[in-house]
């Protein structure tokens, strides 16, 4: 089985579903709200444990109801909980959701996801030594990035850096990560200057620029490839970026060559906008070679 460590927010979503997402100054009637866990690291934790790897969580949550449900939602996943710590000064973080036509607008309130800071990833440096390749996204502190770029290097462990939500990165860090899985948005963001097909030669078989519905591209050394992406009718896109992450990471950590392992990413990501909430379509490793066959 492989081992992955996932450093990252928890956060509770709180979506709302309408048939019409409002404009500045707008009030709309919604569908229907619900409460579901969340937060990109929860949500890569979850979907890679899903897909039958062994997987901590090294994170933390406010000590209020949003928390106690996170951490059982772990617990219920087979998601490794020694290194979520409840904090009592901040507030479980939350993503506020709006669900409409298909695709989602999301404001991230970090909360008690700021505690993730390089001082608490340090406490979990025994599980990350274990570890075949480590995730980490951005809705915790930049210096929290930074310092396990520079840790994973130092251990020789491979990175899979998630540059969500968008903001700029220190060229180290960049150069310490292993993997780099930007949307299109986001490596405008990252590498300003750049057409993205001079991006993916600079970054071969590093950066991988993810394009929704369209699949992921990447440059292979000679040259730049396109892999598609399974046509589905998605009823939530939620969460689907973080399927794809982590689907990457345990194809990776199992051996797989980066073409196929974006095509596992590729097809757990279709099967996860099937169903509402970011991990309520998430597949298990049964559906995806039920899939598969």
């Keep these: 089985m492989s081992k992955i460590c996932v ?4 956060s509770m979503d709180l979506v709302v579903t309408s048939r019409k997402r409002p404009k500045a100054g707008e009030t709309v009637l919604g569908e229907s709200f619900e409460t579901v866990p969340g937060g990109k690291g929860a949500n890569q934790a979850v979907a890679a444990a899903r897909l039958g790897a062994e997987v901590w969580m090294i994170g933390c949550v406010g000590d209020d109801q949003y928390g106690k449900t996170i951490l059982n939602n772990f617990q219920a996943n087979g998601v490794l909980t020694d290194y979520v710590e ?15 036509n298909g695709d989602n607008s999301i404001i991230v309130v970090k909360g008690a996801n700021d505690a ?21 996204q951005q809705e915790i502190p930049e210096e929290t990035v930074d310092y396990v ?3 994973c290097k130092e251990l020789s462990i491979p990175l899979l850096l998630n540059p969500a939500p ?21 490596a405008s963001l990252l590498f300003q200057g750049l057409s993205q097909k001079e991006m993916l030669r600079r970054y071969p078989e590093k950066l991988l620029i993810t394009e929704g519905k369209n699949g992921v591209r990447y440059h292979n050394g000679a040259e730049e490839k396109l892999i598609p992406s399974f046509p589905v009718k998605a009823v939530d896109t939620t969460g689907a970026g973080d399927t794809f992450n982590a689907g990457f990471a345990v194809a990776l950590s199992e051996g797989q060559n980066i073409k196929s392992a974006l095509q596992f990413a590729n097809r757990a990501a279709s099967l996860s906008v099937q169903k509402f909430g970011a991990q309520g379509g998430m597949p298990t490793r049964e559906e995806m070679e039920c899939e598969h066959s």
């Design 166 to 186: 968008a903001r700029l990165l220190r060229k180290e860090t960049i150069e310490n990560a292993t993997y780099i899985t930007p949307n299109e948005h986001e």
């Design 7 to 10: 450093i990252g927010s928890s």
């Design 149 to 151: 770029s520079e840790l």
């Design 116 to 136: 993730v800071t390089p001082q608490f990833v340090q406490k979990a440096i025994a599980a990350i030594k274990r570890a075949d390749i480590v995730l980490i």
């Design 86 to 100: 409840t904090v009592t000064h901040q507030t479980t973080g939350t993503a506020h959701i709006v669900l409409s």
